[in-house]
């Protein structure tokens, strides 16, 4: 028995699922989801992993499973469009960004962003009359959004969210202050996604560990020059810019700092 990571929708993270059977990176896959089976890809087979799971591959995608799945997906820029029309005509707070047509054909899956809830009642049951299928809403955040579109950062790399998967981490504030970044502006260190950049993320273990005994920015210091008050911190070098009290700019190591 292998553990198997299977992506079954692009707005999600992979699931865990084990398989009693032989599956290779790539090839496409059955697997039990919420409201019936669903075609998925597999991402990672057979890698370690504490977590454990209880669900299972049912098995290998058919021609004709692969077939239905293509159908649907012909089929899904004209309903999404219906649901377009149909959130703007309720003058809904909304962004549909995605669909997908289960594949037993009985329900579809329509995925959007939003600021805040949103009462989408009347929309379930207008969609549910004019397309004849079970309906359900589902709002994702604007990460979400952008690791399903793609594309590039300021730093010319893939997303990290599409790059790297996995769990998308809870990027905050004090990540930037404590790279000494958060005076640039929410706009310099924010991604397409309108929040702040995940690798953020990346070293800001790093940066509290070099900031433990550092001075806070325009606290008053003693240096050999005399005392100033701290305008800049450069943790990787240890080093502070001081302005001292008769004017003047000086760069002192943290352990000469009295």
């Known amino acids: 028995m292998s553990k198997v990571l299977v992506r079954v929708y692009s707005w999600e993270n992979q699931r865990l699922y084990f398989s009693d059977f032989d599956i290779e990176k790539g090839e496409k896959v059955i697997v039990t989801c919420e409201n019936s089976n669903e075609l998925g890809i597999a991402e990672e087979v057979d ?5 454990e799971t209880t669900d299972k591959i049912l098995r290998i995608a058919t021609p004709r499973d692969r077939e239905t799945f293509e159908k649907y997906e012909k089929e899904k820029e004209n309903i999404l469009e219906v649901c377009k029309d149909e959130a703007k005509k309720l003058e809904l707070p909304m962004k549909v960004v ?25 929309l379930v049951k207008n969609l549910s009359k004019s397309l004849k299928r079970s309906i359900r809403m589902q709002q994702i955040g604007s990460r979400d959004e ?3 579109l793609g594309g590039w950062g300021m730093c010319g790399r893939e997303l990290c969210c ?24 929410a706009e310099r260190i924010s991604g397409i ?18 900031m433990v005994g550092m001075p806070e920015i325009y606290s008053v210091v003693n240096t050999p020059e005399g005392k100033g008050t701290v305008i800049e911190i450069n943790a990787p070098t240890q080093e502070v810019k001081v302005k001292t009290e008769a004017g003047e700019y000086v760069v002192v190591k943290k352990q000469d700092l009295k």
């Open 47 to 51: 890698f370690d992993t504490k977590e």
């Open 98 to 122: 995605d669909a997908r047509i289960g594949l037993d054909g009985k329900h579809i899956i329509f995925v959007f962003t939003a600021d805040g809830r949103v009462d989408f009642r009347e």
């Open 146 to 148: 952008a690791r399903k």
């Open 162 to 185: 599409v790059k790297f998967g996995g769990n998308i981490p809870s990027i905050t504030t004090e990540m930037a202050r404590s790279q000494q970044i958060a005076h640039r502006g």
């Open 193 to 210: 996604c309108g929040r702040l950049m995940c690798c953020l993320a990346y070293e800001a273990q790093q940066y509290r560990e070099m």
